[in-house]
């Protein structure tokens, strides 16, 4: 799988799932780098850096 997906508020780049507490994330896939925020309700927002 290649992309970003969020389900149930997990978030799995690249195919690989992302830890909670990490807010940067570096692909191996693609080696692109993405920022994770989270917020207290559960929201989830990604973007690459």
């Known amino acids: 799988m290649e992309g970003i997906a969020v389900i149930n508020d997990d978030v799995y ?3 690989e ?3 909670k507490g990490q807010r940067d994330y570096k692909s191996r ?3 692109k780098t993405y920022e ?3 917020d ?3 929201n ?3 973007r690459e850096k």
């Open 36 to 38: 994770i925020i989270r």
């Open 13 to 15: 780049i690249d195919g």
């Open 44 to 46: 989830v927002a990604v």
């Open 40 to 42: 207290k309700n559960g």
């Open 17 to 19: 799932k992302v830890p």
């Open 29 to 31: 896939k693609s080696g």
